[in-house]
Every structure is written in structure tokens, then in C-alpha cells.
Nanobody, 121 residues
Framework: QVQLVESGGGLVVAGGSLRLSCAASGRTFSNYNMGWFRQAPGKERELVAAIKWIGGSTYYADSVKGRFTISRDNAKNAVYLQMNSLKPEDTAVYYC??????????????WGQGTQVTVSS
């Protein structure tokens, strides 16, 4: 079992930046692939970024490439999402997720409660 707690969301003006953090506890964090998802009102949840547990390979949705950066610190059991050049369409609840196998797909096993990101125009 893995417990995940997100933080760092908030209200920001378009063009601004936010850094989301996800603190993990439970099983060996370094063995898990980590993902950031988001869900906007009336829309399906989408994978925004992911990072593998080994090798550090990353995945980004086309909509965030060049603006968002995912990173992890296994010593701190944490994963981060640096979000730059934010747009109003980035407004959503952002979720952290963990899985031993899943990487660039939606069916992660463990999920956090989410943190709200609102970008005003």
C-alpha cells in the first residue's frame, strides 16, 4: 500500500508558475512509477506527466510539453511537477499516482486526493 498526498496547488495568473509536490509513504517509493493526472470539470481525467522508477524516463502530454517538468527525489519519497507558462486551460484538480508497472497509461493503482490548480486569464 502506498499513500500519496499532494500539495502546492492554488490560484495563479496566466503565464505564472506553480510547483506541485507529492509526498509518498508506505512501500518502497523508489520502485514505483509516478504520474501526475488532472481532471477539469466536465472532462475526463488525463495523464499529464509520468516518470519511471528506473532510468528516470519521462512522458508528457502534448498539451504540456515544454511547459511542465516532472521530477522525483527518491531520498525524500517525493515527486514534483513544475508548471510554467500556465494557461487557463490548465485549470483542473491535479492528482499524483503510483504504480509498480503502469507508466504512460491511466490505470495506476494508487492515487492521492488531489490539489486544485486555477489559472486566471
Amino acid at each position: 500500500q502506498v499513500q500519496l498526498v499532494e500539495s502546492g496547488g492554488g490560484l495563479v495568473v496566466a503565464g505564472g508558475s506553480l510547483r506541485l509536490s507529492c509526498a509518498a509513504s508506505g512501500r518502497t517509493f523508489s520502485n514505483y512509477n509516478m504520474g501526475w493526472f488532472r481532471q477539469a470539470p466536465g472532462k475526463e481525467r488525463e495523464l499529464v506527466a509520468a516518470i519511471k522508477w528506473i532510468g528516470g524516463s519521462t512522458y508528457y502530454a502534448d498539451s504540456v510539453k515544454g511547459r511542465f517538468t516532472i521530477s522525483r527525489d527518491n531520498a525524500k519519497n517525493a515527486v514534483y511537477l513544475q508548471m510554467n507558462s500556465l494557461k487557463p486551460e490548465d485549470t483542473a484538480v491535479y492528482y499524483c499516482a503510483a504504480d509498480l508497472i503502469v507508466y504512460d497509461a491511466a490505470n495506476y493503482a494508487y492515487w492521492g486526493q488531489g490539489t486544485q490548480v486555477t489559472v486566471s486569464s
